[in-house]
Nanobody
């Protein structure tokens, strides 16, 4: 079993910054993809950014140039540095880890609220 615990959400004014963290614990295969997804009220969940265990990254077009995903493999931790925040970034942000070790595994955190005021 794998547990993901997010932290760092909160309320920030437009133009501000926040840094989200997610610590993974449990039986994690070393080759994996960690990422952040978000869901705004009344909208479908969407990918924000992902990062592989060898640090290849992928971003949603809406956050490119403003958000940076990074990870510390020794700490099983993924970060999301969010800058130039906009009200439309308001959502619950979820941490995710995917890996395959004979079977496919997909785990989610409990979510952390990010609210950007205008």
């Amino acid at each position: 079993q794998v547990q993901l615990v997010e932290s760092g959400g909160g309320l920030v004014q437009a133009g501000g910054s926040l840094r989200l963290s997610c610590v993974a614990s449990g039986s994690i295969f070393s080759i994996n993809v960690m990422g952040w997804y978000r869901q705004a009220p009344g909208k479908q969940s969407e990918l924000v950014a992902t990062i592989t265990s060898d640090s290849a990254t992928n971003y949603a077009d809406s956050v490119k140039g403003r958000f940076t995903i990074s990870r510390d493999n020794a700490k099983n931790t993924v970060y999301l540095q969010m800058s130039s925040l906009k009200p439309e970034d308001t959502a619950v942000y979820y941490c995710n880890i995917k890996f395959r070790n004979l079977l496919a595994y997909d785990y989610w955190g409990q979510g952390t609220q990010v609210t950007v005021s205008s």
